[in-house]
């Protein structure tokens, strides 16, 4: 791809500006120059699935057939009971049934028949809590650690700990639901403290996937080659002054990275040359599953050229549909796990069979769960005392169920793993060290987990 | 030990009647000692060991104990530091110690009769000996606590650097390292940086001349003087307090809600910095405005003081109520306050003793208790009358309005009974069964669902299950009718009401009385030490500080006055030093401390001590006075050097410590835009008001929470006014500022980051606005200098960069602009993309 790309810029006489030498110190100068990992670890890139809103986990990977016993029933000895909301009810059963799938015999609900014959390959962690049960906290917590704002994202963590593969696209990469971003905005992929190049970028799943990518209408490519042409030219006469300055040409060396970002920004999101049979494992061509599809089968283009995070949301803000089913809980869950159950699972298969399902690390997960109780009749309120994700792909061990909820769903009882538990695991899974990888500010060595964190061994392979 | 095991194992065979007295009197005190301070009310981690029931409840990572069985039990595999996290942190227990647990877990882990006198006491023992952290001689003796002592500067051989102290300090330090000062800049590169400095934007060729052409000896300090005299002075270094400040224009979180009168205290900046307000009165109007006021003060200045108040509003607020929320609000206001202007991050001893810094944690939760008292304050820019007036206005018409909703109520309330009897029919049947069981026989769980029921059909404004347009579908022609007159009445009556007056957004205390607040143990908001006092920073107060007594009929604590007058004392030894040291930072490129907001063991030791001290003593003598700074500071020779490289000195100081060159600085994003601004001739230079919405593409606001941004198209003249006046909202960033490493308006930043990336390219080459002011600039040089190439390169170079092309710069040049009438607006852009732009020389 590089020699396609290669064409137009060689005429730009970067190389006769800087020497070989020099360029090479750019290279390495640029903060997102691939660094290596400190464990070794199978996982190169993460792909995460952030269902916002909160997906009821008693609804999909955590059965609690004690909810159709006890339907109506309030619900008691699980200590006190908080509805974010106000006016909890009693036990509402699921509208779902459950299977086993695999050889692990893990438990999906009816909502995930895709995902679900992958049982094998995701890691359940049923026992999750978060410190947090309104959406912005929580947002903040799993994207960032801290249920406060200004702290970098777990991508911007991972790519400055590894940097990226590709200098030709942004090492982070988010797409928002076609509805509308997550509520925070921005500073949920934010760098927080650290310097702009670790900050999300998001892309737009059409048309030119970065606002500002491509230069104006009435400029053709061979009078943007012209003009960065006469930049350089004019540039040079400062950088005579100040030759020992690797700033100033490190500038002039992302003029370069940013006519090549133009076109392979646009190429790398660009499916139209995808096949039939790719087009079909995601439901490309089904309305209901055409978005995300999109975004998920973008998400592995992106991953197979070398980004280092992705992150997809399902479900918009406050004002659009989202997981957050304070009332009709069914139409709410059918609609957003039908839109997204089939992407995901073509996501892993599509994956396995590129050889990429072992270097890439998928993360399916909310902010938080929901209550075994019901609210407005037919809704279920946030709940972040207990919650499932799922984790699959390189160094996971697949068919796993780690911890436990309550016999409600309520509370994680058995083995409780907090945010912190699963953000070391991540950064683990792709070769980083929770506690060693450190970023100073104002005094203090900080880390994605504070002073917090285990790893999860049982989900690591 | 072996003793006690046997008597164990007889328990074991039951040969003895287990009577395990000793073993838990012993074993509770064990962990009295070493546990109970994290896991004792403080719950760390949710474990609460000091009685049985919360023991064995164990805590979020699950039982800690299982009885019988050390072995299994998690407290046992930890403090054998078998499990990690080992415990206790940072040290094992005794043997012993672990032996008798060990047997004390086997026998079932019972505990003793605890005496509840006692067990207070001990833990109240406990928790004093956690709030005690003495501080040492020494590290009183550390140098930023102790007084600023101003030496005299040394004597150098060259006669020139002998006038300013600062020449003197810096030259015999750049010496003993066998440094040579970089050369005099020459004149067009020393007013394009005292410019850019002083006001944040490039001078005009007319600007440029004079100055060259100006040969008298004072032609500099008179420039200096000019340049401080502009308005523009204090709309450039009041962006710089901004980062300090948190500045920002939203709430920050979820709702992200606008502060459409936060403005007014980015205006007090403004004005504070062109009137060269002293330094000592600026912290004291920020941190305790409210508290300096009397009958007497004159309206315009208490005005201000008010208004000043808003540093400590500006956090982010809406992440959390309840005690929790008030913590963390308070943490930004103790983290900031304390960063801005004592340079220390006693914020770091919220949970703990600072573990750097002698800044014990009951220092933390003193300096909180100075805001512990205070409440957000919307404070009216009128007068008592007028906010009567407003009040008894809206009431009038609220009343007006109560029949009209009355009727309009009576006349839906049949259809919605109706609404609600089939919405109910279409539950399932628990639920129906619920419903339909009388009040007084219904179970807990019926209760609770027929609770909800009611309030979800009957007033639920967000799932709309019955909402006014179904009701009024129902309705007969008629009834519709009247159902939409009442609805038009009520809405007339609504536009009646008047405009809220103008606001700003202050801080004043609840009262006179101030609110108890109390040590925190391990920062959790229910491990309630002891009561706490106001109190300063121990180790930088030599005596201990006495806070003043609010006088009869005060209507605050005036321990924000207290705090005030502490901070902004000349016996301080480190406001002068840290405020001294920004001074610098911003005209040098780097502090004389590189971390200018942690004077600390943790950031950077100062490059030049003595002149550090000789800065921050003059700064007092001086009358506080900022302007004074940046005559001392500009007038020096240091100032005035090259930024050119020089092998030698790069060999031997890479990283300028000694400050033996002028660094280059990437001018900042907000720079940036106001230069092209400048340069394109559509700056507007009008000082103040309410924030500007410049445009920014829907692609990025979408991801917010409110996808409103009120953008302005790129060519329309309301936006051309300086980057100071862009609305800043926590959740969508203006994208030039985002990509040029603004803060993130949310923490207190004290260094921006200086980041070269290629998105800030792309942006340069692609952006409309760019691409707008381009054609502006383009437009601007076509009309004054005419249509030959040679002359629109010549005063392109003029305005973008202060000087005449070089020849071959020149010939490329025009040819370049010569090949199509539309290169030369291409051609301009290419000015705001070259370094030398976006560098400060």
Not at chain 1, 391 to 405: P, R, W
Not at chain 1, 425 to 434: E, K
Request: aromatic letters at 10%.
């Amino acid at each position: 791809m590089l020699s396609q790309l290669g064409g137009g810029i060689g005429s730009l006489a970067f190389l006769d500006l800087l020497n070989r030498e020099a360029l090479a110190a750019e290279r390495n100068k640029n903060p997102l120059a691939p660094k290596p990992q400190q464990v070794p670890a199978k996982a190169k890139a993460v792909i995460s699935i952030f269902c916002y809103g909160g997906v009821s986990h008693v609804d999909t990977f955590d059965p609690k057939p004690e909810l159709l016993k006890r339907q109506g029933e309030r619900m008691t000895g699980v200590g006190d009971v908080v509805a974010s909301m106000g006016t909890p009810g009693g036990l509402m059963p699921s509208f779902w049934k459950f299977k086993k799938y695999g050889q692990s015999g893990l438990e999906v609900s009816e909502l995930f028949p895709n995902i679900a014959q992958h049982a094998d390959d995701i890691a359940v962690i049923r026992s999750m809590n978060a410190l947090s049960p309104a959406h912005g906290p929580a947002l903040f917590q799993m994207n960032t650690g801290t249920i406060l704002a200004g702290a970098p994202s777990v991508g911007s963590w991972v790519t400055y700990g590894l940097g990226t593969e590709n200098e030709n696209l942004p090492g982070y990469v988010v797409f928002t639901d076609n509805r509308g971003g997550p509520i925070n905005g921005a500073p949920n992929w934010g760098n927080g403290y650290m310097p702009a190049a670790y900050q999300g970028t998001q892309f737009r799943s059409s048309g030119p996937p970065i606002v500002d990518l491509r230069p104006p209408a009435d400029r053709t490519n061979e009078e943007q080659v012209e003009w960065l042409k006469i930049l350089n030219k004019l540039n040079e006469t400062h950088l005579e002054k100040n030759p020992l300055d690797s700033e100033l040409s490190a500038r002039i060396y992302t003029y370069e990275l940013a006519y090549k970002m133009q076109t392979s920004a646009t190429e790398a999101i660009d499916i139209n040359k995808e096949t039939a049979a790719t087009r079909e494992l995601y439901g490309l061509d089904d309305d209901v599953t055409g978005y995300f599809g999109r975004q998920a089968l973008m998400a592995r283009r992106l991953v197979e050229r070398g980004v280092r995070y992705v992150q997809l949301y399902s479900g918009g803000g406050n004002f659009e549909p989202s997981w957050d089913a304070h009332w009709d809980l069914k139409g709410n869950h059918e609609q957003h796990c039908a839109e997204t159950d089939k992407p995901i699972a073509g996501l892993i298969k599509d994956l396995k069979s590129r050889g990429l399902f072992d270097s890439t690390l998928i993360v399916w997960h909310s902010e938080f769960g929901r209550l075994p109780i019901s609210e407005r009749m037919d809704g279920r309120d946030h709940n972040a005392y207990g919650f499932s994700v799922w984790l699959a792909g390189g160094g996971v061990k697949g068919g796993t169920v780690v911890g436990a909820t309550d016999q409600y769903g309520y509370r994680a009882v058995e083995n409780p793993k907090s945010v912190y538990d699963l953000h070391a695991t991540i950064l683990r899974l792709v070769g980083l060290d929770f506690d060693k990888l450190t970023y100073r500010f104002n005094g203090r060595d900080m880390r994605l987990t504070d002073v917090h964190g285990h790893l999860i061994p049982e989900v690591l392979a | 030990m072996f003793h006690r095991r046997s008597v164990a194992s007889l328990f074991a065979c039951g040969l003895l009647l287990p009577i395990p007295v000793l073993h838990a009197a012993d074993a509770y005190s064990i962990l009295q000692k070493n546990c109970f301070v994290c896991h004792g009310a403080a719950k760390t981690s949710g474990l609460d060991l000091r009685t049985s029931d919360s023991m064995l409840a164990g805590g979020m990572h699950g039982a800690v104990i299982v009885p019988s069985d050390p072995e299994q039990s998690r407290l046992y595999k930890l403090i054998t530091h078998v499990a990690e996290p080992a415990m206790p942190p940072g040290k094992k227990l005794a043997d012993d110690d672990i032996e008798t647990l060990r047997i004390w877990i086997e026998a079932g882990a019972p505990y003793p009769k605890i005496d509840a006198k006692q067990a207070d006491a001990a833990e109240k023992a406990a928790q004093a000996k956690l709030e005690e952290r003495p501080i040492t001689e020494s590290e009183r003796n550390y140098w930023a606590f102790r007084p600023v002592h101003a030496s005299a500067p040394p004597k150098v051989a060259e006669a020139a650097w002998n006038i300013n102290p600062i020449d003197a300090f810096a030259l015999s330090a750049m010496k003993a390292k066998g440094l040579k000062p970089s050369p005099r800049a020459d004149k067009r590169t020393l007013v394009r940086r005292a410019y850019i400095d002083l006001t944040g934007l490039p001078p005009t060729p007319a600007d440029i001349d004079a100055f060259v052409k100006d040969s008298s000896p004072d032609a500099w300090p008179k420039l200096i003087d000019q340049l401080l005299a502009s308005p523009a002075y204090g709309e450039r270094w009041a962006r710089h307090w901004m980062d300090l400040a948190r500045y920002a224009d939203s709430d920050g979180f979820e709702f992200d809600k606008d502060r459409p009168e936060a403005w007014r205290y980015r205006d007090y900046l403004v004005n504070a910095f062109n009137s060269d307000k002293p330094y000592d009165k600026f912290i004291k109007e920020q941190l305790a405005g409210d508290e300096y006021i009397t009958k007497d003060t004159p309206p315009d200045i208490a005005r201000e003081s008010i208004i000043a108040t808003g540093f400590l509003r500006l956090g982010p607020s809406g992440g959390g109520g309840g005690e929790r929320g008030k913590q963390d609000s308070l943490d930004d206001i103790v983290a900031t306050t304390s960063m801005t202007f004592i340079g220390m991050t006693v914020g770091c001893a919220r949970c703990h003793n600072h573990k750097f810094d002698p800044i014990p944690q009951k220092d933390y939760y003193r300096i909180q208790s100075v805001f512990y008292s205070t409440r957000p304050y919307t404070y009216p820019l009128v007068g008592a009358t007028d906010v009567a007036k407003y009040r008894a206005e809206v009431n009038r018409i609220t009343e007006l309005q109560r029949p009209f909703r009355k009727a309009k109520a009576d006349l839906e309330a049949p259809y919605q009974k109706k609404l609600i009897d089939e919405a109910i029919s279409k539950l399932p049947d628990y639920m129906q069964e619920a419903w339909r069981t009388p009040a007084d026989k219904r179970t807990d769980g019926q209760k609770l669902n027929v609770q909800q029921i009611e309030k979800t059909l009957t007033n639920d404004t967000l799932a709309h299950k019955i909402d006014e347009p179904m009701i009024v579908s129902l309705m007969t022609e008629e009834e519709r009718k009247k159902h939409q007159e009442l609805n038009d009445k009520i809405e007339e009556l609504e536009t009646q009401k008047p405009a809220m007056y103008p606001t700003a957004m202050a801080i004043t205390d609840s009262g006179p009385t101030p609110q108890s607040s109390y040590f925190l143990m391990r920062g959790v908001p229910d491990a309630k030490g002891s009561l706490m006092q106001p109190g300063v920073l121990t180790v930088a107060s030599a005596v201990e500080y006495i806070f003043p007594k609010a006088p009869e009929g005060a209507q605050t604590t005036w321990r924000r006055r207290g705090f005030a007058e502490w901070v902004a004392s000349p016996d301080n030894p480190l406001t002068p030093r840290v405020m001294v040291n920004r001074i610098w930072q911003h005209h040098f490129g780097e502090g004389i401390v590189r971390t200018p907001s942690n004077f600390g063991k943790m950031g950077e030791q100062p490059s030049h001590p003595q002149l550090l001290d000789w800065l921050a003593a003059q700064f007092v003598q001086k009358g506080w006075s900022m302007k004074a700074m940046h005559r001392l500071m500009m007038n020096s020779e240091l100032y005035q050097m090259s930024s050119n490289d020089n092998m030698a000195d790069v060999s031997i100081d890479p990283e300028n410590r000694l400050f033996w060159r002028m660094p280059r600085e990437r001018v900042e994003a907000e720079v940036l835009r106001d230069s092209m601004l400048a340069v394109s001739g559509k700056l507007d230079r009008k000082l103040g008001g309410a924030c500007i919405f410049p445009y920014i593409s829907p692609d990025i606001f979408q991801g917010s929470s409110h996808r409103t941004w009120p953008g302005k198209a790129d060519d329309d003249p309301a936006t051309f006014r300086r980057s100071i006046y862009v609305f800043s909202k926590r959740s969508i960033r203006y994208p030039l500022f985002e990509a040029y490493d603004q803060p993130n308006l949310i923490n207190t930043c004290d260094r921006r980051n200086r980041s070269t990336i290629s998105p800030q390219a792309l942006l340069l080459m692609n952006n409309n606005f760019i691409i707008t002011q381009a054609n502006f600039f383009a437009e601007r040089v076509r009309k004054e200098a005419g249509s030959a190439p040679a002359a629109q390169v010549e005063l392109a170079f003029q305005l973008a960069l202060g000087r005449a092309p070089t020849p071959s710069e020149k010939t490329s040049s025009v040819a370049y602009v010569s090949a199509n009438p539309k290169r030369l607006a291409e051609f301009c852009q290419a000015m705001f993309n070259l370094n030398e732009f976006a560098y400060r020389p």
